[in-house]
């Protein structure tokens, strides 16, 4: 530790019993650009510069790919007129914040699709293959993305999407922040052995097919404070967009308990109208168990 201290990559505060150490902040910079015009490969380039030159392959690739799907979402999809860049490092890891000064991602999400909340917005970026223009975009960025990266959250309004690849969960979150716009938060350690093509491949199906077939879907996502899923209304919304995948796993983590009237949408009667698209429960407490059974017999 003494050694780290004198390499000026950790600093030490307080003493005996009350010593701390933490890592030091070796440089960061700011960017600020006009959205009109801006192409988002040359401002890479720009910001790239100022990133540690050691960096392994697979780490730059992942910051190349997530700063220009975040780039170009602002610029295409933001309707605000600029985007500023803040980036940070550490000797362990690299942290970027993309901020953009729009209307915001899930006001935006939720305004095209007519949902009824900006948290349902969110749901509908957890399961992927989302986006407000279809005709130039295939909606895919911020989901593939938010699985490369160590840490990855949006702040949007009044509303937090994380997700962090130590527990492979998606959280959401409220908070009254006063926020405009989007802000996205990156980080990534140095040391990750993750590629972006382990990524693609994770959802890829088994037969070769390179293109974006399957997806993770947290279930609790849908909640909206103490509401439980009963209705086939919520199962619906649920559903939404499934179609467009061969294999969607369901993700109950959190989840105690599900209406006859919910299960039955998710499991036996869209399954009977989408044969080609396979469901995949995991993590079913025992409650959530007994009534998915209940619909297969």
């Excluded at 933490?22 to 910079?29: A, F, G, P």
């Excluded at 860049?85 to 942290?95: K, L, P």
């Excluded at 900006?118 to 960025?141: F, S, V």
Aim: glycine fraction near 8%; charged fraction near 30%; charge should be negative.
């Amino acid at each position: 530790m003494r050694w780290l201290i004198d390499q000026g990559w950790v600093e030490a505060k307080g003493n005996t019993r009350q010593r701390t150490y933490h890592l030091v902040t070796l440089d960061s910079r700011s960017f600020r650009k006009a959205l009109e015009g801006l192409e988002e490969d040359r401002f890479w380039q720009e910001v790239s510069a100022v990133l540690p030159p050691d960096l392994p392959e697979n780490v730059r690739d992942i910051w190349q790919y997530g700063f220009t799907e975040m780039v170009n979402n602002a610029i295409d999809h933001s309707e605000g007129t600029e985007v500023s860049v803040d980036v940070g490092y550490t000797a362990a890891s690299i942290t970027m914040w993309i901020t953009d000064d729009g209307v915001g991602i899930f006001k935006k999400i939720q305004r095209e699709l007519g949902l009824a909340d900006e948290r349902h917005a969110i749901l509908e970026l957890a399961k992927g293959k989302l986006t407000t223009d279809p005709d130039n975009h295939t909606g895919e960025g911020i989901f593939f993305a938010s699985r490369m990266f160590d840490d990855y959250r949006i702040f949007s309004g009044e509303v937090v999407y994380s997700h962090q690849s130590v527990n492979e969960e998606d959280w959401v979150m409220e908070m009254d922040s006063g926020l405009t716009g989007t802000h996205v938060r990156m980080s990534l350690f140095n040391a990750t052995k993750r590629t972006s093509e382990k990524v693609f491949d994770e959802y890829a199906s088994e037969d070769g097919d390179y293109g974006f077939t399957k997806t993770v879907v947290p279930v609790r996502l849908l909640k909206h404070g103490p509401e439980k899923l009963v209705s086939r209304s919520q199962a619906k919304r649920l559903l939404a967009r499934f179609d467009r995948f061969r294999t969607v796993i369901l993700d109950f983590e959190g989840i105690n308990e599900i209406g006859q009237a919910f299960a039955d949408e998710v499991f036996r009667v869209f399954p009977g109208h989408h044969p080609d698209v396979q469901i995949v429960p995991i993590k079913m407490c025992p409650r959530v168990q007994k009534m998915y059974r209940r619909t297969q017999s």
